[in-house]
């Protein structure tokens, strides 16, 4: 009589996985990475078979064979000790359970990891053309069958899923373009740029922000690409509307809610920033006026805490308008002055916390600031929106935004350059006039000349000053020296208010003191000249060749700035312009300059360097004017 076991054992049904030992958790994880043979397992996509109608099955055992077969009946007996395990768990089929593919696809597979284990010291992957033309094949056909997968499987997104994983494989592989820029320009070539691009359009943002964080890794400063290299890149890049894209992912992502957003909008402003590096580019940048209208919000936005993105934001700002006097303008033309000084105007009470990003944030504001009241139109919108005034109030109140604003003032009231388009509404000296005399009206002499007086006084010699108070005392000194020369310059000699004659008049009083406190200056500048003057001859005269002379004339003159010319030059200026203007100030300083065994041709001396330091073939119309005014105050000191 047949036994149970034997019925079972040829039942006809599949047979079930064997049951497995209780075996080390750790032991688990390691089988179900690893093969047999310790190479890891491959991404692979299952096959998917129609289950059989459930009409064609029959419940129940099969039964048993006739008698003349022989048959081995019941559950299957346990392997010998010797003997290994079905690795696989494969069916009668040959297919795989877990993986999908069949013991021949397998053995090939475990083939190709076994060739790699052989030769560990095997030489990597060369990264060529022929590399580049295979991963731009894949990275095509992975955008696409992702682009199919959605299309077809919208509500589904099982189904889409590991496309989408592979496609971010893809992506993240470009990084690697990164180290071989030689590679860039057949990048571009073959349409990868494009479709690089095309990807922050992604319904994923994740794959959208992957792609923000590859096209930062390929523009970045760091990277040892040639000119024509970068330029063939960038220039791909925004063919296929990259700020446009750009832009668009600034309004989707969420920064509040999602680090990964912030992540990826931080990365977008790095890709500006890249870009800037080429003047023309940052010109072009500057032309989008919806993403100078977004980073001028974004720098706006409230936070309790400044975040790395709004100084970000900022720092872009900064940068467009260092790049381009056009950019300059345009965010002149935003009202971005007006808009700006109500965001540094809470630091003329309050200090930002030193050294983070709130720091940083108000330095790139004043930057910003400072930079676009060089232009006519600059100046204009700084008066109308009360600049002069905020910045009067951030010299007697403030701490870190007192030198900031000094330099901002400082700008605003020079000579505009003349670059400004000449159908500009605002002209170039009427526009610096204009600072000039809101100063006054302001009430700003007596704050700008209390602030002289400090800066300039003598250092008592039980106090040493640190490095960093000495540099910032120059600052100030060579700010407030060149205010004062655009002021003599720049004011009027008749107008309703009298500014000129108050500007004169803060020299004069108190017995001159604020003249003898500049001729005291002066003889401090001129003898730092003097030991850099001989400093520099003892040199020229040990060299012989011209060409090194040459050479050296650049770092001359660099040491020279560095102990003084520039503000013994200002200096100066504003008395030879005392000098032309007051017969008071004029025998005021002939009898200090004695003191010294000196009469004004040492002052007429420097003005004369200045002039032959001006270049003549400038197109600038201050350069151009400059000689002339300079000229004319030489004669006065005859």
């Known amino acids: 009589m047949t036994s149970i076991d034997e019925i079972f054992k040829n039942s006809g049904l599949p047979t079930k996985r064997k049951h497995e030992a209780v075996r080390d958790p750790n032991e688990i994880y390691k089988s179900a990475k690893l093969g047999s043979n310790g190479s890891s397992s491959r991404h692979r996509q299952a096959h998917i078979e129609e289950a059989a109608d459930e009409d064609d099955l029959e419940a129940g055992p099969a039964p048993p064979p006739d008698d003349d077969e022989d048959g081995d009946y019941g559950p299957a007996m346990p392997p010998p000790d010797d003997e290994e395990e079905d690795e696989g768990g494969e069916d009668e089929d040959g297919r795989f359970f877990g993986g999908g593919i069949t013991k021949q696809e397998k053995e090939i597979l475990d083939f190709m990891d076994q060739e790699t284990l052989d030769d560990p010291n095997a030489a990597p992957e060369k990264i060529d053309s022929s590399w580049l033309k295979k991963t731009a094949l894949s990275f095509e056909k992975r955008i696409t069958r992702n682009a199919e997968l959605r299309a077809r499987h919208e509500d589904e997104p099982a189904k889409f899923i590991d496309s989408e994983a592979d496609l971010d494989a893809s992506i993240k592989t470009l990084s690697i373009l990164s180290e071989h820029p030689e590679l860039y320009s057949e990048f571009a070539k073959l349409g990868c740029v494009g479709s690089l691009v095309s990807l922050l359009a992604h319904e994923n943002t994740d794959i959208a922000i992957d792609a923000i964080e590859i096209i930062g890794e390929l523009t970045d400063e760091d990277v040892a690409a040639t000119n024509e290299q970068w330029n063939t890149l960038v220039d791909a890049l925004l063919e296929a509307d990259l700020l446009g894209l750009l832009l668009s992912n600034f309004s989707r992502l969420d920064e509040e809610n999602q680090e990964a957003d912030r992540s990826g909008v931080y990365h977008a402003l790095g890709i500006i920033e890249n870009l800037c590096s080429r003047p023309e580019t940052a010109n072009n940048i500057g032309k989008d006026e919806d993403l100078l209208k977004w980073l001028l919000s974004r720098a706006q936005k409230t936070e309790k805490t400044v975040s790395q993105n ?32 109500q965001l540094v105007a809470p630091y003329r009470r309050r200090d930002p916390d030193k050294g983070g990003d709130e720091e940083e944030y108000m330095e790139n504001l004043f930057e910003a600031l400072t930079c676009i009241v060089d232009e006519p139109l600059g100046k204009t919108k700084f008066v109308e929106a009360e600049g002069v005034e905020l910045c009067l109030i951030m010299l007697k109140e403030g701490k870190l935004s007192k030198l900031p604003s000094l330099r901002l003032l400082d700008h605003a009231a020079a000579r505009a350059s003349s670059s400004s388009p000449k159908s500009s509404p605002s002209n170039p000296v009427t526009a610096s006039a204009q600072v000039s005399q809101q100063i006054v009206s302001a009430g700003g002499l007596k704050t700008l000349f209390t602030l002289f007086m400090k800066s300039t006084s003598p250092i008592p010699s039980s106090k040493k000053p640190s490095t960093g108070e000495l540099t910032k005392r120059h600052q100030t000194t060579e700010h407030l020296l060149t205010i004062f020369s655009s002021m003599l310059r720049l004011l009027p000699a008749e107008s309703s208010e009298g500014e000129r004659i108050r500007l004169l008049a803060k020299f004069v009083e108190k017995d001159y003191d604020k003249t003898a406190r500049l001729v005291s200056l002066r003889r401090e500048y001129s003898s730092r000249m003097a030991v850099i003057d001989a400093q520099i001859a003892q040199e020229k005269s040990t060299i012989t060749d011209e060409e090194e002379l040459e050479m050296m004339t650049d770092e001359w003159f660099s040491r020279r700035l560095e102990a003084g010319l520039f503000v013994l030059q200002m200096i100066d200026v ?18 200090l300059l004695a003191d010294r065994d000196e009469d004004f041709g040492v002052i007429r001396a420097t003005i004369e360097e200045q002039i032959r330091g001006i270049d003549a073939d400038s197109e600038d119309a201050d350069a151009n004017d400059t000689p002339e005014m300079l000229k004319t105050l030489a004669e006065f000191l005859q």
């Open 310 to 341: 709004k100084q970000y934001a900022a720092e872009i700002l900064a940068i467009l308008v260092q790049s381009s006097p056009a950019n300059r303008r345009r965010l002149a033309d935003l009202n971005a002055v007006d808009a700006m000084l």
């Open 574 to 591: 504003v008395l030879a312009w005392l000098i032309a203007e007051d017969d008071g100030a004029r025998g005021k300083i002939k009898t």
